[in-house]
Structure formats: structure tokens, C-alpha cells
């Protein structure tokens, strides 16, 4: 037998140009961009990306969240003193503050109140990460999972106190999530809400959006082996068009496989549909290096993997996947002409 490698058939040429971007998903506070987060941040400004939403998963790294926005900030203020429009230099960054279901065991009612109690004195973009998880069998335990619903359904309750849009993790308890969503008094018609990085089935991707959600697209969607991600991708897109999709990086996972640098490639078809790093604890973070690491400068090849998935030109998909993010999180930013 001929062993075939799709990545072969990968076209690793660049999109012919830059189109303006919004990452939807980042954690661009993780330390493991500390010692370069500046240049990283002009890269990603250079490649397109406009706006970029820092996402909150622990309480106790909410500050960083706040620190990296003014970091960030500036970035603004000291290189571009002379201009009338700082922001067109680097890309604005925003923050969402949640508790991800992955790190349950560490969340206390102490950090739902004092998260609370942070959005009253500084609105977030959001409320986010969270959801339902149960990749791993402790996280199947009934009063872990009991838990995590409770804090998801604590979390849609400030949301719709403060008329906010959700950043929705679900991985492995999608019914489940879709089940206390239905029941909930959430309404992402009205507010909005993004389900980041989907993972989903086809029948899930359809149930997602007919709620309101839009689907986060990550990096794995250039992955040809992740055959069901991309068939429950075009699944949402022939139903109900490609209105229902946002991107993200979710840097520091979720790389586009075309940035996989050679040793790494021999895994792509083990990881085609979990990144070994996808949602990981954070510390492993701490210890991933430059080679395995994702950046907000990579977003143009996830446009690109979907524009190839869905044979729509990029100059089509760009406006319009901005209008969806501007949607999905209630914004009204002006797309770049
Ligand atoms: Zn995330």
C-alpha cells in the first residue's frame, strides 16, 4: 500500500495579500509571550489583525489580562506620539473575563464574586471562557461536571445582567451544553456569543448557530485530517451561510499546520483534531518554546485554510467574517478601507 500524505497536497503559499482581521480568541497574556510580545504584536498589526480579544480562564490571572491590555496601549502611546490615530499602528486589544471549565477544581464562589464585582467597575468585551469540558475522566466525575454547570450557568447569569456576549468552551459535553443553554435565559440572538474553537459534530454546528453562536475557527481547520471538524464546518455553511463564523488563533495553541515547523509534522495526523497542547493546563505554557507556539500573526492562515475549505475567495470572506465578529461581540468597529 502507498502511504499517502495529505500534507503533501498543502499549499503553503501565503494569501496575495493582507486583509483586516479580528482574532476573536487569544491567551496573548500567556508569560510564554512575555519576552516578545511587543514585536509580536506589530507583526500580527502587519498581517492584518485589528483587533484581538484577550481571554480569561483563571481569576487569579485576571489582572494580567488588564496588564497585557496596557501593555499594549502602550505600545500606542510611545511609538506613534505624532499621530492623530494611534490605533492605526497596532491592533486594539480588548479583554473577557471567565472561569473555563478545564480548571474547575481551582474556582471558588470567592472568584465568581470577584469577577462580579471586576465587571461592574470595568466593563469587559465579554464574559469568557466558559462552558462544559470533559476531555478527561476526572472531569466526567458527576460532582466535578456538577460543578462546572454550575459555574457556567453562574457565568450566562452575569452575562445577562450586564447584556454581555459569552465566549463559549465546550469540548466533549456538547448535548450537555446545548441542553443548559436551551433552558438558560441567555439569548445570543440578542447578545451575542461566540462557541471558540469549535469541536463539534455536524448536528452540533447547526444546533450552536440556530441558537445565535457563531463558530470559532481556529488554526486546526487547515488540518485535512481533521475531517470532521471540516465537515461539520461546511454542514453550519450550507445551512445557514457563512454569516455563522468567526476566526481566532486561540495562541498560544492551535497552530495552523503550515507553521508546524518539520520535526513537529509527523504528528499533524495525531493531532488533527486535539492540538497536544489544545487547551492546555497553563503551565504548559510556560514551558513551550518559540517552535511549538502559536501567535495572533498567524490568523491570515486560518482565513486561508477556510477560504480553501469553503471555495470562498479570501476578499469576500475577510469583510464579511469581520461583520461577524462585530456581531458575535456587539461592536460596531468600522472595517478598514
Ligand atoms: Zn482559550
Not at 502587519?46 to 502602550?74: C, D, K, N, P, W
Request: aromatic letters at 8%; a negative charge.
Amino acid at each position: 500500500m502507498i502511504h499517502t500524505n495529505s500534507h503533501l497536497a498543502l499549499d503553503h503559499t501565503p494569501l496575495p495579500a493582507i486583509y483586516p482581521l479580528i482574532d476573536t480568541h487569544t491567551h496573548f497574556d500567556a508569560p510564554v509571550f512575555d519576552g516578545d510580545r511587543q514585536s509580536q504584536t506589530q507583526q500580527a498589526y502587519m498581517q492584518g489583525v485589528q483587533h484581538l480579544v484577550l481571554v480569561g480562564y483563571l481569576q487569579r490571572y485576571f489582572s494580567r489580562l488588564y496588564e497585557t491590555q496596557q501593555a499594549i496601549e502602550q505600545i500606542h502611546l510611545s511609538k506613534d506620539k505624532d499621530k492623530t490615530d494611534r490605533r492605526d499602528v497596532y491592533p486594539v486589544a480588548h479583554i473577557a473575563l471567565g472561569l473555563h471549565p478545564f480548571y474547575i477544581e481551582q474556582h471558588t464562589d470567592t472568584h465568581l464574586s470577584s469577577m462580579a464585582q471586576m465587571i461592574q467597575e470595568q466593563r469587559p468585551l465579554a464574559i469568557g471562557e466558559i462552558g462544559l469540558d470533559t476531555y478527561t475522566d476526572a472531569m466526567k466525575q458527576p460532582e466535578v461536571f456538577a460543578k462546572q454547570a454550575r459555574f457556567f450557568t453562574a457565568q450566562l447569569d452575569i452575562a445577562v445582567l450586564h447584556k454581555l456576549p459569552v465566549m463559549l468552551h465546550i469540548r466533549k459535553a456538547h448535548a450537555e451544553a446545548l441542553a443548559l443553554l436551551k433552558a438558560h435565559s441567555y439569548d445570543a440572538h440578542k447578545l451575542g456569543g461566540i462557541a471558540h474553537s469549535f469541536s463539534g459534530g455536524e448536528q452540533e454546528a447547526k444546533a450552536f448557530v440556530k441558537l445565535g453562536f457563531k463558530l470559532g475557527i481556529t488554526g486546526q481547520i487547515t488540518n485535512h485530517n481533521a475531517k470532521k471538524l471540516r465537515r461539520a464546518i461546511k454542514a453550519a455553511v450550507d445551512s445557514h451561510g457563512i454569516e455563522c463564523l468567526v476566526l481566532e488563533t486561540d495562541c498560544p495553541d492551535m497552530m495552523p499546520i503550515m507553521c508546524q515547523k518539520a520535526k513537529d509534522t509527523q504528528l499533524d495526523s495525531q493531532s488533527a483534531n486535539q492540538s497536544t497542547t489544545g487547551q492546555s493546563p497553563d503551565n504548559e505554557w510556560y514551558g513551550a518554546d518559540g517552535h511549538n507556539r502559536n501567535v495572533p500573526a498567524n490568523l491570515p492562515w486560518v482565513l486561508k485554510g477556510l477560504s480553501e475549505l469553503l471555495s470562498v475567495e479570501p476578499a469576500v470572506l475577510a469583510p464579511q467574517l469581520w461583520q461577524n465578529s462585530c456581531n458575535a461581540l456587539q461592536t460596531s468597529w468600522p472595517y478598514p478601507k
